[in-house]
C-alpha cells in the first residue's frame, strides 16, 4: 500500500488548527495559519553584527579550507593508492606521480 505524502497533509492540517492563533513579536504578526513568516522576523543591530561575524569567518575558513576538499576529490581510492603501495615497483611510483600531480594542482595556502 502507498503511503500518503504527509507533508501537504500536515500543512493542511496546521493551517486550519492555528488559524486564529497568529504569533506576535514587538506588535509585528510573524506567523500566519500557523505557518512562521521568516522573512518577517526583525533582528536587533547586535544580532545582524554578530550573523554578519559568524558568516565572515565561516567564509573565511571555508576559503583557507578549500585545497582538502579539492584534494579528496582529486585523490585515487585509498583501495587503489594501497593496492599501489603493495604491488610496488611501476605501480607505486605511478600512484605517487597521481597523487604528486592532485598536491600541485591544489596547493596549500601559506
Known sequence: MARKNTAAVDSSFVGKRYKTRPY???????????????????????????????????ATNQAAT?????????????GDQ??????GGDDQAAMKVIVDKVKTDNPKPE
Open 66 to 78: 578549500q585545497y582538502i576538499t579539492d584534494r579528496v576529490k582529486g585523490y585515487p581510492t585509498i
Open 82 to 87: 594501497l593496492d599501489a603501495l603493495w604491488k
Open 24 to 58: 506576535v513579536v514587538d506588535g509585528k504578526q510573524v506567523q500566519i495559519d500557523g505557518i512562521p513568516m521568516v522573512e518577517d522576523i526583525l533582528f536587533t543591530s547586535a544580532q545582524n553584527t554578530s550573523r554578519d561575524k559568524e558568516e565572515a569567518a565561516f
